[in-house]
């Protein structure tokens, strides 16, 4: 909303600096955005008169023309080089005379054109940041007097223009009167509406216009007004320019009032053409489907029935109520009878209609924030007003109102206590409603130290014991509320899972892998290209279909990036990520799953297995397995799943070469991906300390033939159990494969290490050790021990 | 023989001195104090001297051992020395020739970061952190936090809705705001929880704008909570994150789920201001949502994004570099 000072003056004495004024409006919540100075750069631009047009004798495009400025004598006017052409002798123009520092920057000087003198500048509106034609430069209103600053004789002071972000709850704000009452309030100045003076003439409006409400739900109060002999013509500068201040872009005398109107006093209105409107009447009611209305715009709407209409005498639609009007009863050049509206109606309504048919202009925005129910009779006499002076209309006796669905606010109780438990101030009741009654809320005392405050009928967002603090706190200050720091009972902490995804990442990034943070989701093929079941739950209005489909697994986001940076030439990147995934669920919601991946451009299921183990060491995921088995997207025969503590606790291996040719990557891409809520319980519990000998140990080899399909994750669990308390360590050697041994079995070697806690094992114990390991291997395993 | 130590002891010596090698002087110890040693025969004479000559005989036999051993140990000595100093010529590494990057250094992502520190500052605060999950009901993120069906403001809020339960049932999170709803129905006050999570818009990705982002939510419940108590948390939050020249102030705004509302900003050192984030008193309505009573107990709330402090602090321009996982981005931090 952009507001002008001097516009807010008309409504309380408001003085100050610019940059004091925006911070007092910033701290009621109207926040300034910007703070503009207008007008204030048309020193030196006076009116001038043109007493003589002349060709330029070496140019065409040029023409000469000689300019009274007041205060020279007759027989030396001022010669101006000037490239338009569409003033006459005997016009008022605005010339820049020399020195005169324009608007965009430039300096008028004396200078040459091709040989002639210009001694200034005559202006077009768009140099004087003025709405107008930029073609020709700006004939002046006839009979101002020469010389005269422009400043003046527009009637454009040097004024100043706050531009304010008002908030959704506040729409009596969207007015320069709103914005200037809760400045005056703070200010401790008065605000009142300045009278408005009619005189209204023969006929009664009643005898000439009639509304009826038939919907009290859609619509709260009507009113109109009749406007007779009038004038549609050009609005004088002072309304173009404020209007032009404030973002709206002049038009002809009627449309312009009834911005002007609006932005004034935040009450959207519409005009039709008396003669237009059969019997002069206007009936209010729903829409139904199928009906059909042209708007303002030339546009046919289809009407359905959540809209509101204002309909003529015979039921046809002229006007979709508080969002557009019809073409049918425009205001035309020819126009000398108007029917002026001001109604306010449902929020919820206009909110419906204005978003189904993309139509959001200044009047639905206001009307779906609430207008004031009892500002009408006000801005239609303001309007009316405005259209005596410069339309030259006359008005007809009296407005008339209609009353629809609006239902009085009940008075709010508002206890002292209250207030200043939750500002933490010490406010009397006076106090109180002192605050409250320059903003229109009038109160009175009530009983248990407490007040009964109305709200007034321009602040539909305040209902409740709160929302009067809010303007108590809003106008006493926020600041005065102090700052103290509350002190918890508890102490600050993560929880074990929170703990845990911390060490994940550690983990990870020691392991040299970086974060990625992929978008969650997930293009229509993407689960099929990566291999992956396509269940992905979908996004009802996904704004591209790239993104429209929830991941399963991290794996088609770590791919992408993978992909990304191969096509970059940022080779063997390792990333990781800790995400969501989301799976399909019969619950209330879908099954969110924290999962933890990684992934490795140019590595191997050996290298990937080998990392999985190395986190499992740093997070002490003891006793974590790896067996083969096909997993969706991954490599069939070099990739597993990772078990810990009995149960599946992930994935691990390498991408499937089908899924990396669909992604557009080279080379083999390790990968593992785990779910986290596991490693958190495993990381909950804390290890328990084991004695560490004092004797020595007795360390053996062995080798067993096996079948390759047996995996090693398997020998070694027959081991750990077979070698009992006495077996310190098993560790897995190496594979070792030759024609002697067959096609399908392989030679596994381990290492042992035996120890006692109280004695050091002898040669017999040992050896029966060793063999205990060896009939276990060979009795559960399929092995041989290899001699 | 007693006679002839000294030129024993004056040829051990000299052959020792001039030992070359460590294993020549093994061989050389062994040949002069080793148990054929002639020096060490000489021992074996003793008993044919008289009893009175014998003392000085012994004390002779073992000088002259003694000359030999400190000799060889002498030598040693040199030797060590001057093979170790081969050694070290001979294993001379330049270490500027090593070739670095064969090991890849990881890098958590910055807003891991930003969203760490950020926890680490409230949880010094005595703040415990909620979580809630990201696909909400309509009514956790909408209705509990006082925007019913129909409210203007769930247009603002441009949301995602997701093909879950029943049509318009289920959305992705708006703002973290749902688990302040989902912490009161779990437990008691009072609460003192922040809750970082991602949240989502329908909005098109440009330099400040990406369908996903973080945000961080306060929520303290509490006997006599005031706006004093939220501007300190503030106050404190912004010395404790940006420093000690940092300060805040609270200005008027207006939220659903807040009732007074505020936005809080920060003020630099160098005096200009940025606009953080919005807070206010927890809305009665909110209150009741989560099933506490606001007689009883007063709140306050608050919220801002994480995602821009990330790339205040590293001073990145654009949202989107956040999530292109380019790993030059990703390795300068």
Redesign the interface.
């Known amino acids: 909303m952009n507001v002008l000072l001097s516009w807010m003056q008309q409504f309380a004495p408001i003085e100050g600096e610019p940059e004091e004024l925006a911070a007092v409006l910033t701290d009621l919540g109207l926040v300034v955005e910007s703070i503009e100075t207008v007008g204030a750069s048309w020193d030196g631009i006076v009116v001038a008169k043109v007493i003589d047009l002349r060709p330029h004798p070496e140019a065409d495009r040029i023409q000469l023309v000689d300019v009274m400025v007041g205060d020279q004598p007759a027989d030396e006017p001022l010669q101006i080089c000037c490239g338009a052409f569409n003033m006459s002798v005997g016009d008022l123009v605005p010339l820049a005379t020399l020195g005169t520092i324009m608007p965009g920057g430039l300096e008028i000087a004396r200078r040459k054109l091709r040989g002639e003198w210009s001694n200034g500048m005559i202006c077009s509106a768009p140099e004087l940041e003025l709405e107008g034609d930029g073609d020709g430069i700006m004939v002046l209103e006839p009979g101002l007097p020469i010389g005269q600053p422009l400043t003046e004789a527009l009637g454009v002071e040097t004024d100043v223009l706050f531009d304010i972000d008002v908030e959704g709850n506040r729409p009596d704000a969207l007015s320069v009167a709103g914005v200037a009452r809760d400045l005056a309030a703070r200010l401790g100045v008065p605000f009142a509406f300045p009278e408005v003076t009619l005189s209204g003439s023969a006929p009664a409006t009643e005898t000439v216009a009639s509304v009826e409400i038939q919907s009290n739900d859609l619509c709260q109060r009507f009113g109109v007004r009749v406007l007779e002999n009038v004038t549609v013509g050009t609005s004088p500068q002072w309304m173009a320019s404020r209007l032009t201040a404030a973002g709206m872009r002049p038009i002809n005398s009627i449309v312009d009032i009834s911005n002007y109107v609006m932005l004034e006093l935040g009450q959207p209105n519409h005009t039709y053409d008396l003669d237009l409107v059969p019997e002069g009447h206007l009936r209010v009611r729903m829409g139904s489907d199928g009906e059909t209305l042209r708007t303002l715009d030339g546009q046919d709407r289809s009407i359905t029935e959540v809209d509101g209409l204002i309909c003529d005498a015979n039921d046809q639609p002229i006007g979709l109520a508080g969002v557009m009007g019809g073409a049918s009863t425009e205001i035309s050049d020819s126009t000398t009878r108007v029917l002026l509206e001001a109604a306010v109606w449902d929020r919820m309504t206009i909110a419906k209609t204005s978003r189904r048919l993309n139509l959001r202009s200044e009047a639905s925005t206001r009307f779906e924030r609430g207008a004031d129910p009892l500002g009408i009779e006000r801005a239609l006499d303001r309007f009316a007003e405005l259209a005596v002076e410069l339309c030259g209309a006359t008005v007809t006796e009296g407005a008339v109102i209609v009353e629809g669905g609006l239902t009085p606010s009940p008075p709010v109780n508002v206890r002292t206590a209250r207030v200043n438990h939750l500002l933490n101030t010490s406010l009397s009741a006076d106090d109180i409603a002192g605050l409250l009654s320059p903003i229109g809320f009038s109160s009175r005392t009530a009983g248990g130290d407490s007040l009964d405050v109305d709200v007034p009928s321009w602040r539909p967002d305040s209902s409740i014991e709160e929302d009067i603090v809010e303007e108590i706190g809003r106008h006493y200050g926020y600041d005065k509320s102090g700052k103290r720091v509350p002190t918890p009972s508890q102490n600050g902490e993560l929880t074990p899972a929170q703990q845990s995804r911390r060490h994940i990442r550690r983990a990870f990034v020691g392991a040299g892998l970086s974060e990625a943070m992929p978008l969650p989701f997930l293009a229509p093929d993407d689960l099929a290209r990566a291999g992956l079941d396509e269940d992905g739950i979908s996004l009802t209005n996904p704004l591209v279909a790239e993104e429209s489909i929830l991941r399963t697994s991290l794996l088609p986001g770590l791919l992408k990036a993978v992909g990304y940076n191969q096509s970059h030439r940022n080779e063997g990147v390792q990333l990781f990520e800790v995400g969501t995934v989301f799976l399909p669920s019969d619950q209330t919601l879908p099954d969110e799953q924290e999962w933890v991946a990684g992934i490795q451009a140019g590595a191997s299921a050996v290298e990937a297995t080998q990392l999985l183990h190395h986190l499992a060491g740093v997070l002490g995921l003891k006793g974590l397995t790896v067996a083969n088995g096909e997993r969706p997207g991954l490599h069939p025969t070099r990739s597993g799943t990772v078990t810990f503590r009995g149960r599946t606790l992930g994935e691990v291996g390498e991408v499937d070469p089908r899924v990396l040719d669909a992604y557009g990557i080279a080379g083999r891409v390790g990968w593992l991906q785990l779910a986290t809520e596991p490693i958190a319980e495993a990381l909950s519990t804390s290890p328990k300390y084991k004695k560490i000998s004092l004797f020595p140990s007795s360390d053996i080899d062995l080798s067993f033939v096996v079948p390759d399909d047996e995996p090693v994750s398997k020998l070694l669990t027959t081991m750990e159990k077979a070698g009992g308390p006495l077996l310190r360590s098993v560790r897995f050697l190496n594979a070792f494969r030759s024609e002697q041994l067959g096609a399908d079995a392989r030679s596994l070697a381990f290492s042992y290490r035996f120890q006692a806690d109280d004695r050091t094992l002898t040669d017999a114990e040992v050896a029966e050790l060793r063999q205990n390991l060896i009939d276990a291997v060979e009795g559960k395993n399929r092995a041989s021990l290899r001699t | 023989m007693i006679e002839d130590l000294p030129a024993l002891v004056a040829a051990a010596v000299s052959a020792v001195a001039t030992a070359a090698t460590t294993d020549e002087l093994r061989t050389l110890e062994q040949t002069h104090l080793g148990k054929e040693a002639a020096v060490l025969q000489a021992r074996k004479q003793l008993g044919d001297l008289p009893k009175e000559d014998r003392k000085d005989a012994g004390r002779a036999i073992n000088e002259a051992r003694e000359q030999i051993e400190a000799a060889v140990e002498q030598r040693r000595t040199e030797l060590a020395s001057s093979e170790r100093a081969a050694q070290f010529d001979s294993e001379r590494l330049d270490l500027s020739e090593v070739v670095v990057g064969e ?7 910055i ?2 970061q930003a969203w ?1 520190e950020l ?1 680490d500052v ?8 909620a ?1 809630g ?5 309509d009514w956790h993120n909408f209705d509990a936090l006082n925007i019913p069906p ?1 409210h ?2 769930r ?2 809020f441009d949301t ?6 029943e ?4 959305l ?1 999170r708006t703002h973290t705001s749902p688990v302040q709803i989902r912490t009161m129905l779990a437990q008691e006050p ?1 609460i ?1 929880v922040i809750a970082p999570g ?1 949240v989502f818009r ?3 990705a440009d330099a400040t704008h990406m ?2 982002f973080h945000q961080i939510e306060g929520l ?1 419940i ?1 006997r ?6 939220l ?3 503030i ?2 939050f912004t010395t404790a994150y940006f420093g000690s020249g940092f300060s805040s ?6 939220f659903p789920f807040t ?5 809080f900003d920060i003020q630099r050192p160098d005096g200009s201001w940025l606009e953080l984030g919005g807070c206010g ?1 927890v ?2 309505h909110v209150l009741r949502a989560g099933g506490v009573d606001p007689e009883e107990w ?1 709140a306050f709330a608050f919220g801002f994004g994480i995602d821009r402090l990330a790339l205040m602090k590293f001073g990145v321009d654009d949202l989107r570099e ?7 981005f ?2 300068q931090f």
């Open positions: 090991r890849p250094v990881g890098h958590r992502h807003v891991t760490e926890e409230f949880i010094g605060m005595g703040f415990r952190v979580e999950p990201q696909v909400e009901t129909g203007p403001a247009d603002g995602i809705y997701v093909d879950h339960g049509s318009g049932s289920t992705l009072p003192h991602r329908r909005d098109t369908p996903v303290v509490d006599n909570i005031s706006l004093a108590d501007a300190g948390t106050e404190a102030r609270l200005r008027p705004n207006h009732e007074p509302s505020a936005e008193m809305h009665p007063s956040l999530f292109t996982n380019d790993i030059r990703l390795s």
